[in-house]
């Protein structure tokens, strides 16, 4: 259940990534030709801009921790057992969990605090603009959940492996493909 929602979570996030940018794309560069080439502008680029912004900031730390890929220090968890690396996870992902909660009871108070202040500009409430950390904080339950329920189970991800030993192996990877293609290329020259 919670692997579903949280793909599903993923996927909607992905597709309001790509809006976000072309909205902002389209109002950015619309703007900077309308004022060099016609001396007017689009008067909610400003605005509207930096509201897609933050929303993309937030959804893309949704995505983020849902394909586990957040910078992180991991040498810790490279140290220890997978056990202990199992615990570390379950750990981390209740504090997440805790700091989800905060986003939640936080963006909540602000969505409510803002409701009657709009942007000058657009005209809507700047709610819309705290209702960002409401979203995150509920979003990033389920990759979390997630995450710690592949720890539970023991879905490692590969962490035991070193990154020294992946880069050796690419390389030999990368030398194994070369070598037919160059032995071929000698005796080729030989004859």
């Known amino acids: ?46 605005e509207l801009s930096r509201l897609l912004f933050v929303w993309l900031i937030f959804m893309g730390a949704v995505l983020a921790s849902a394909r586990r890929i957040h910078i992180g220090f991991d040498t810790l968890q490279r140290a220890v057992g997978p056990r202990a690396r199992r615990a570390l996870v379950v750990f981390t992902g209740a504090l997440i969990l805790a700091g989800c909660g905060i986003f939640i009871v936080g963006g909540w108070r602000q969505t409510l605090i803002n409701l009657g202040n709009t942007y000058p500009v657009l005209g809507i409430s700047y709610a819309w603009l705290y209702g960002t950390a409401l979203v ?26 070193d990154l020294a030993d992946r880069i050796e192996g690419l390389a030999e990877r990368i030398d194994e493909s070369k070598r037919p293609a160059g032995r071929e290329a000698s005796a080729k020259g030989e004859k």
């Open 136 to 161: 995150f904080g509920v979003a990033l339950i389920f990759p979390v959940c997630n995450n710690i329920r592949r720890a539970l189970i023991g879905i490692d991800d590969g962490l035991t492996e």
């Open 1 to 46: 259940m919670i692997h579903h929602a949280s793909r599903l979570i993923v996927r909607g996030f992905e597709i309001l990534i790509v809006a976000c940018l072309a909205i902002m794309g389209i109002l950015v560069f619309g703007n900077v030709v309308l004022r060099y080439a016609f001396n007017s502008g689009i008067a909610i680029s400003e």
